[in-house]
């Protein structure tokens, strides 16, 4: 996943443009049957229009002698995202309007956009801009962009499961480089996708989104809103994955959906340091999944969450901040949380008083001190799969993670002792 992240980083992403299908082409040679779909400049989406198309091929900052002193070719984050066309001599008076940068983080870029106003301007460290200061004469200032109608990119893949009820994967891809805040979701998500693909017996339809953020989720629901709200037991949201902090995630509206449920069961059992956001603290796409008149069951899911840690929309989230480790525990954590989904029914022993568990293999048949702790796990479950609870409930009540519950599920399942609603 790293290496792809690698290739995937320099490219100029924005919400729309070339980068955004320069990004999805190159997810889609790692998943060939991801769709790439388009909706045109100009369509209402809601209460919103889906912007121009801006595309840019180069931008700097140069001082009298033609020395580039802001460079876009060494960081696409040096321009503010959506910048206008530009080709102008300034003061350092007169360009001060233009420079954008963070004095409490004197060596990183900050990421700057302006999607919805027109302007231009370029992101600078704030020691670049101390240096500055002291040339004398103009700066000559170039923006070569372009912002024309055109279309919003995104990429779909759906994969069918023997229901048609749907679990949501959705993540972005709509920021320049930065390694945790745009890269580790779609890098975990397409890898996602590739292990789904190869689950056997895949009980859940999974919907994957590859999307713009804010206006890419608004224009996708849109189109979808009622099929999703049909269909949709769980969603997650995909974003900043890629650190080795621990784990967070941002609830749902209400703190109350299957999706809360079953990620504070994981990673109580798993990652027990975990923090845990109110939706008050939202900032991704959960904002618009969770939106009145949407209601979808929608969380975040992140590492160090987005806007909490120091390099967040910054040239510092780079990959000193992002580790294969780090992309391989979220996905990890994804697999946990989705063969919990898989297998989580309400279960119900089909006899009387407990089954005589030896004859089946199920018990060891010799009895003495200690010998029960083996199968605790076992009896407790069938103590409580009386057709009331679900495995996450289960879980909960006799402290065992699903991980050790799904192979007890099997075997009782094998052995006729259980039966789900389904089956009932």
């Given at each position: 996943?790293?290496?792809?992240?690698?290739?995937?980083?320099?490219?100029?992403?924005?919400?729309?443009?070339?980068?955004?299908?320069?990004?999805?082409?190159?997810?889609?040679?790692?998943?060939?049957?991801?769709?790439?779909?388009?909706?045109?400049?100009?369509?209402?989406?809601?209460?919103?229009?889906?912007?121009?198309?801006?595309?840019?091929?180069?931008?700097?900052?140069?001082?009298?002698?033609?020395?580039?002193?802001?460079?876009?070719q060494q960081n696409n984050l040096h321009v503010v995202g959506y910048s206008l066309s530009?080709?102008?001599?300034?003061?350092?008076?007169?360009?001060?309007?233009?420079?954008?940068?963070?004095?409490?983080?004197?060596?990183?870029?900050?990421?700057?956009?302006?999607?919805?106003?027109?302007?231009?301007?370029?992101?600078?460290?704030?020691?670049?801009?101390?240096?500055?200061?002291?040339?004398?004469?103009?700066?000559?200032?170039?923006?070569?962009?372009?912002?024309?109608?055109?279309?919003?990119?995104?990429?779909?893949?759906?994969?069918?499961?023997?229901?048609?009820?749907?679990?949501?994967?959705?993540?972005?891809?709509?920021?320049?480089?930065?390694?945790?805040?745009?890269?580790?979701?779609?890098?975990?998500?397409?890898?996602?996708?590739?292990?789904?693909?190869?689950?056997?017996?895949?009980?859940?339809?999974?919907?994957?989104?590859?999307?713009?953020?804010?206006?890419?989720?608004?224009?996708?629901?849109?189109?979808?809103?009622?099929?999703?709200?049909?269909?949709?037991?769980?969603?997650?949201?995909?974003?900043?994955?890629?650190?080795?902090?621990?784990?967070?995630?941002?609830?749902?509206?209400?703190?109350?959906?299957?999706?809360?449920?079953?990620?504070?069961?994981?990673?109580?059992?798993?990652?027990?340091?975990?923090?845990?956001?109110?939706?008050?603290?939202?900032?991704?796409?959960?904002?618009?999944?969770?939106?009145?008149?949407?209601?979808?069951?929608?969380?975040?899911?992140?590492?160090?969450?987005?806007?909490?840690?120091?390099?967040?929309?910054?040239?510092?989230?780079?990959?000193?901040?992002?580790?294969?480790?780090?992309?391989?525990?979220?996905?990890?954590?994804?697999?946990?949380?989705?063969?919990?989904?898989?297998?989580?029914?309400?279960?119900?022993?089909?006899?009387?008083?407990?089954?005589?568990?030896?004859?089946?293999?199920?018990?060891?048949?010799?009895?003495?001190?200690?010998?029960?702790?083996?199968?605790?796990?076992?009896?407790?479950?069938?103590?409580?799969?009386?057709?009331?609870?679900?495995?996450?409930?289960?879980?909960?009540?006799?402290?065992?993670?699903?991980?050790?519950?799904?192979?007890?599920?099997?075997?009782?399942?094998?052995?006729?002792?259980?039966?789900?609603?389904?089956?009932?």
């Open positions: 996943m790293i290496e792809l992240a690698r290739r995937l980083y320099p490219i100029c992403r924005s919400i729309t443009g070339k980068g955004v299908r320069d990004t999805l082409h190159m997810l889609k040679e790692e998943y060939q049957e991801l769709q790439l779909c388009e909706i045109p400049s100009g369509t209402k989406v809601f209460d919103w229009t889906v912007p121009k198309e801006w595309n840019i091929k180069d931008a700097y900052i140069e001082n009298d002698d033609g020395s580039k002193i802001v460079d876009f530009m080709n102008v001599y300034l003061t350092w008076e007169e360009l001060q309007p233009y420079l954008y940068s963070l004095p409490e983080q004197p060596d990183a870029i900050p990421y700057v956009t302006s999607y919805y106003k027109e302007r231009s301007g370029f992101c600078i460290t704030e020691n670049q801009r101390r240096e500055m200061s002291k040339i004398k004469g103009k700066f000559h200032c170039v923006v070569d962009s372009t912002l024309e109608d055109g279309v919003l990119n995104y990429g779909e893949i759906i994969l069918p499961g023997e229901t048609d009820k749907e679990i949501l994967l959705s993540t972005y891809i709509c920021h320049p480089s930065m390694v945790n805040n745009e890269l580790s979701g779609p890098v975990v998500t397409i890898e996602l996708a590739k292990w789904l693909k190869s689950l056997e017996n895949r009980h859940y339809t999974y919907r994957i989104l590859f999307i713009p953020e804010t206006i890419g989720s608004i224009a996708y629901l849109s189109l979808h809103k009622d099929e999703l709200k049909d269909k949709m037991v769980a969603g997650f949201v995909l974003s900043c994955v890629g650190d080795e902090r621990t784990y967070s995630y941002v609830e749902s509206r209400y703190g109350d959906t299957l999706t809360d449920k079953v990620i504070q069961n994981v990673l109580k059992f798993h990652y027990p340091d975990y923090k845990k956001y109110s939706f008050l603290q939202r900032g991704s796409d959960e904002r618009q999944y969770n939106a009145p008149g949407i209601d979808l069951p929608v969380c975040s899911i992140c590492r160090s969450k987005y806007g909490e840690y120091p390099e967040y929309h910054t040239s510092l989230d780079n990959f000193d901040l992002v580790t294969e480790n780090g992309l391989q525990g979220t996905l990890s954590l994804m697999k946990k949380i989705i063969l919990a989904l898989e297998h989580n029914r309400k279960y119900k022993i089909t006899c009387f008083c407990e089954p005589q568990l030896g004859k089946r293999g199920l018990y060891p048949t010799v009895s003495r001190k200690g010998s029960s702790n083996s199968v605790r796990a076992l009896t407790n479950f069938i103590a409580y799969a009386d057709g009331r609870n679900d495995l996450i409930d289960i879980s909960n009540m006799i402290a065992e993670p699903i991980d050790d519950l799904i192979p007890i599920v099997k075997n009782l399942m094998k052995a006729g002792l259980i039966e789900t609603e389904e089956d009932a």
